[in-house]
């Protein structure tokens, strides 16, 4: 059994288990595979991989595993005794009739190189010659469903080569993600009591029981309060500026976090580059439509867990400076880094958040200020994978 | 495949993708659980009802919700009931088996047919909901504790189960299914699509409408793009009202159709007046 096939998924990062692999066997023998390299494709997809984050990686593997497409001799010998038993049970009522439908890679790499030499001038239509569109089974822009493609652009997906245009490199995990997928981490952020108000709405059998035993048999129906989460959530977006580029992505985590109503409360605040006296209640903020910052520090009790997000770049005096404060009219006379601080010290469960990639942090421009708040935040890069780092982080603290 | 006698060809009504029939067949012969996640509005329940209609089975909807346990899909006692009515003297107290009310699992696992079972939208339940199903769609079968009976299947089953993504699924239950993710139709596939719902649709006013349609769909500031159920009722709409071709692109009447959400309508209006959107925060 090609099982190099098996063991290269893994070190891709699949989790293939060994019962799927099995039941690919399995599949294998039955047939399933439908005697060419697309069905064989989608078979090994639709069992071995199981989101559509991994396809992208699924498609790499089986590109290099059978990268060497053009020159049949390299497959594994076990594939093709498969893929060639198929074709001697294939069903005649297959809806091509032509000869050349039934062939496979190697015969197709023979004729190839057959007609290459009968070959002498540029073709375009037609069903033989190798040439653009048309109906044969050789060149490109065609509309053959087995063929191999020389040069050119795929235009119809089913060529062979499918697997090379990783056309799910979108869904991959690790890239930038949407808001669904932002809600889908933040709904791991809870954490469970049934000490809440609310209504009564679970059988309690336990309590039903003794109660009606108490009640000399008749029947006592004793209801409870079902568990709810108690997270409270503090969230200080950075807004405008240098994060103009990434207000996209912003945006779908700010959405993610007001439409997860599972929070016991969610308080939502902005700044400009680094917080100071003022947190604005719009993303726009301007002067008046803010709260104090100390309020919100004295008001909002320590079991808020905050996520700060911002690309953490601004100027050194922005951070460390009196009156570093960029927004001309406003000066501080705390630099911004001693605000950074206090939100630490008063939220020990406390996660920044930047949308920069992390390989970019120690280069980025800006990347001295962001260092700096790196020590003083656990700092997590604003993907999937990140978010849930960091949500892990806010759950268990230090 | 053709020595498989329970095999899916689509149904009239339903346009399946090649690869979409493939895994279909798949987990048929191999008598797993087909899971089906893809974007809302791909087609996804229709699936199960096209399966159906096409292999000449009955289908059993057993639909998802935030409160529904595993349990529920299995059987049901009803301990209330039985305490009432012996308080009250009504029924026949000592015979539990009129208190079991077989779940949309038990269902189909009694059925003397194969049926085809759909667990619709398996995310919407709680995390660990999946995991609590492990042995029964392994084995098909259950024990019910009040009347010490199993309940096996005498043909089991095919079972297709949609997701929409909310949640992950347990790797133990992903293990066991055939997956398949629906991609949201090309423009030629969804031409097909259209077709088949409105055979005689004005060709000028499809070709006017999808180009619209999918010009919307690449604007990324939307927060939910159209779907195909979106599309055809635009299209529905759009021939009754009988409004002049030019207009579509130009206005995109009955827009509300399309989208649901007013920020996603003022987003689109703002794109198609100034090229760009600088909606950036919604929320204000």
Known sequence: MFIAFYYLLRACGLKVSMNEWMTLTEALDRGLSGASLTGFYRLCRAVLVKTEADFDRFDLAFAEYFHGIESPETFPDELWRWLAEDVQIRD???????????????????????RLKEQKERHSGGNYWIGTGGTSTMGHGGYHERGIRVGGEGRHRNA??????????????????????????????????????????ELDIDETATQT????????????????????????????????????????????????????????????????????KTPHC???????????????????????????????????????????????DTPGIEWLNRFRKRYGKSVWLNPIHRQEWDYTYGSHTLGIIKEIFPMFELTVDGLEAGIKKLLSGR | MGKHTNQFKGSGSYVVSDELRDAVNIAIVLKKPLLIKGEPGTGKTM???????????????????????????LYLYDTVQRLYDSQFGEGNVADIKQYIRLGKLGEA?????????????????????PND????????????????????????????????AEKELPDAFLRRCIFHYIAFPEPDKMEEIVRVHYPDIDEKLLTQAMESFYKIREMKELQKKPGTSELLDWLQALTFSGIPLKKIAAEIPFIGVLLKKNQDIDTVAEIREKGYSAKRWLNT
């Not at chain 1, 009739?97 to 023979?110: G, H, S």
């Not at chain 1, 989460?229 to 700010?254: A, E, Q, W």
């Not at chain 1, 700060?308 to 927004?327: C, H, I, Q, W, Y």
């Not at chain 2, 003397?112 to 660990?128: G, M, N, S, T």
């Open chain 1, 160 to 201: 062979v080569q499918v697997a090379g245009e990783r056309k799910f490199r979108d869904f991959r995990q690790d890239s930038i993600l949407d808001a669904r997928q932002f809600q889908m981490a933040f709904r791991k952020l809870r954490q469970y009591s049934s000490r809440l108000e609310g209504p009564r709405t």
């Open chain 1, 213 to 280: 035993g108490d009640n000399a048999g008749r029947l006592t129906l004793v209801w409870e309060k079902p568990r709810k989460n108690t997270i409270k959530l503090l969230v200080l977006f950075d807004s405008d500026g240098s994060m103009l580029p990434y207000g996209r992505l912003c945006n779908r985590l700010f959405h993610a976090v007001s439409k997860s109503s599972h929070f016991k409360d969610l308080k939502v605040y902005y700044f400009h580059n680094c917080v100071y006296e003022h947190l604005y």
């Open chain 1, 92 to 114: 005649g009522n297959d809806k091509h009739m032509l000869d050349e439908c039934l062939l496979e890679l190697e015969e197709l790499q023979r004729r190839l190189e057959e």
């Open chain 1, 286 to 332: 301007r002067k008046g439509e803010w709260i104090d910052t100390d309020w919100a520090l004295k008001n909002l009790s320590q079991e808020y867990r905050l996520i700060l997000v911002g690309d953490g770049t601004m100027a050194p005096s922005e951070l460390l400076r009196k009156g570093g404060n960029s927004f001309i009219g406003l000066y501080n």
């Open chain 2, 133 to 164: 199903l492990l042995w029964e769609l392994d084995r098909m079968e259950f024990y019910i504790n009040e009347t010490r009976e199993m309940i096996r299947t005498n043909v089991r089953p095919i079972v297709i189960i949609t997701s929409n």
């Open chain 2, 47 to 73: 699936l199960a009802q096209a399966i159906s209609e096409g292999l000449g089975k009955e289908l059993i909807i057993w639909n998802i919700k935030s409160t529904t346990k595993a349990q529920d899909g």
């Open chain 2, 109 to 129: 696992f009694v059925s003397e047919e194969q049926v085809v079972l759909l667990i619709d939208e398996i995310d919407k339940a709680d995390l660990e909901f």
